[in-house]
Nanobody
């Protein structure tokens, strides 16, 4: 069974916006870190945004100032607002949860919780 479920992906023009959402059971949302990865060449995922309990948010340099990560605890929901999208943002995006999310990881690895991925295409 899928541990987390993403939605909101799609195709947009350069400079446009999309909001991704991630939902799941209470277990992954009790983890100390929640975040969003995107797939990169080489069959790997890079961590682009994190929300750490008691420590706020952090972003990869390439998306800083353009993307915003947030959560709604009452709904077990994690969101990623993406603005000023660029063609290089095109990728499959995954939400994830764990005790400590690695900056680089194999997409949907056995460690932690992962969604199935949602495609974002910017042209």
């Amino acid at each position: 069974d899928v541990q987390l479920v993403e939605s909101g992906g799609g195709s947009v023009q350069s400079g446009g916006s999309l909001k991704l959402s991630c939902t799941g059971s209470s277990v992954p949302f009790r983890q100390s870190q929640l975040g969003w990865y995107r797939r990169v060449p080489g069959d790997n995922c890079e961590l682009i945004a994190t929300l750490t309990s008691g420590a706020g948010t952090d972003y990869r340099q390439s998306v800083r100032g353009r993307f915003t990560i947030s959560r709604e605890n009452a709904k077990n929901e994690l969101n990623l607002q993406m603005n000023s999208l660029r063609p290089e943002d095109t990728a499959v995006y995954y939400c994830a949860a764990g005790g400590l999310l690695a900056p680089r990881a194999y997409c949907r690895s056995a460690r932690g919780y992962w969604g199935q991925g949602t495609q974002v295409t910017v042209s």
